[in-house]
């Protein structure tokens, strides 16, 4: 079975701009990253408790905006990516390490997970998530009051002056 490059180049991108529009809040292009009928179960959080899921590209990106807007500052790293492509649809399962710092409550938050995506090149010719999900493998919160000299220095758009 021969790959198509082109296709898991396309697939890489869209998962980078996809994290890459969380870190740096670009609501729109996150949206965009996601098909309507997109579907999410952002595993197991600190913060939250239990997996949340959504269902539908307006349901994931509000949770999203509300939950890592106002301040809270993340960091996404995927890599290892084995993505296999079928026609038109594609799984992608990633390794990925997050670091969260929320200064209202002056915690970071860190982890890691396997992404477990599924994709669809819609009829604009355009590679998007119909599904993202991860499962945690750690998560630990740290206080900064736990590291001695802790200085957060952030982009305007990360820490409400």
């Given at each position: 079975?021969?790959?198509?490059?082109?296709?898991?180049?396309?697939?890489?991108?869209?998962?980078?701009?996809?994290?890459?529009?969380?870190?740096?809040?670009?609501?729109?292009?996150?949206?965009?990253?996601?098909?309507?009928?997109?579907?999410?179960?952002?595993?197991?959080?600190?913060?939250?408790?239990?997996?949340?899921?959504?269902?539908?590209?307006?349901?994931?990106?509000?949770?999203?905006?509300?939950?890592?807007?106002?301040?809270?500052?993340?960091?996404?790293?995927?890599?290892?990516?084995?993505?296999?492509?079928?026609?038109?649809?594609?799984?992608?399962?990633?390794?990925?390490?997050?670091?969260?710092?929320?200064?209202?409550?002056?915690?970071?938050?860190?982890?890691?997970?396997?992404?477990?995506?599924?994709?669809?090149?819609?009829?604009?010719?355009?590679?998007?998530?119909?599904?993202?999900?991860?499962?945690?493998?750690?998560?630990s919160m740290t206080s900064f009051?736990?590291?001695?000299?802790?200085?957060?220095?952030?982009?305007?758009?990360?820490?409400?002056?």
């Amino acid at each position: 079975m021969g790959m198509d490059l082109v296709v898991l180049e396309e697939i890489k991108r869209l998962k980078y701009r996809y994290l890459r529009g969380v870190d740096l809040k670009l609501w729109d292009e996150v949206a965009d990253t996601f098909t309507a009928d997109a579907t999410a179960n952002y595993g197991t959080h600190a913060v939250g408790g239990n997996g949340k899921q959504f269902e539908g590209r307006d349901a994931i990106v509000g949770f999203l905006t509300q939950s890592l807007g106002n301040g809270i500052i993340t960091v996404h790293h995927a890599a290892q990516p084995e993505i296999d492509v079928d026609g038109d649809t594609a799984t992608g399962r990633w390794s990925f390490t997050d670091r969260v710092i929320v200064p209202d409550h002056k915690v970071i938050i860190e982890g890691a997970a396997f992404y477990e995506d599924t994709y669809r090149r819609e009829s604009d010719g355009v590679w998007r998530m119909s599904h993202i999900g991860y499962v945690r493998t750690y998560e630990s919160m740290t206080s900064f009051d736990a590291i001695p000299g802790f200085k957060l220095i952030a982009n305007r758009w990360a820490v409400p002056a």
